[in-house]
């Protein structure tokens, strides 16, 4: 699987999208511009220790992404579509696309593919999520249909910890 960020601006929701990655084995692509430095202190803390164990890859635009992973399955998360989430048939292969923090993807995309964009439901006065948590959610809901691949699925248990 693969979490796309489209021009991301804040280096703690990168931080903490590269810990989520480093944790369930998804590759991570950030789309320049970037709105920060790789080695920004603000991401390096955000992603605390977890840096060694993300597969992260820099894209120069998002054109070299699509070409790069022609014939896979890209779905564009904004909050401009009717179609929610959970109605996605998730595979291993697939790209999760989400765009910057104060502009999300940008419209000729989103109408370019308008049968691939996808919302996480929310109340009507809301603007949006914060986008790790955006990515949380959908990423998640990808893995538990694909039965979380390669992860452990129970921990030690509070009876174990003494």
């Known amino acids: 699987m693969h979490i796309v960020m489209v021009e991301p601006e804040i280096p703690g929701n990168t931080g903490n999208i590269a810990r989520l990655c480093a944790a369930n084995h998804i590759t991570l692509h950030l789309v320049k511009p970037l709105g920060f430095s790789i ?7 955000a ?15 998002f054109a070299e992404v699509q070409e790069q992973y022609k014939g896979h399955h890209f779905y564009y998360l904004t909050t401009k579509s009717e179609q929610c989430y959970t109605d996605i048939q998730f595979t291993n292969d697939d790209l999760l696309v989400f765009g910057k923090e104060t502009k999300g993807l940008p419209e000729d995309l989103l109408k370019q593919y308008p049968e691939s964009c996808f919302r996480i439901p929310m109340v009507d006065k809301a603007r949006s ?4 948590n955006s990515v949380a959610i959908v990423s998640y809901e990808a893995l538990r249909q694909l039965d979380f691949p390669g992860m452990a699925k129970s921990g030690i248990g509070i009876k174990n910890l003494k």
């Open 39 to 45: 080695d920004d202190k603000h991401l390096k803390r």
């Open 47 to 61: 992603g605390l220790d977890y840096w060694p164990l993300v597969d992260v890859q820099v894209h120069e635009n």
């Open 129 to 132: 999520l914060n986008l790790s």
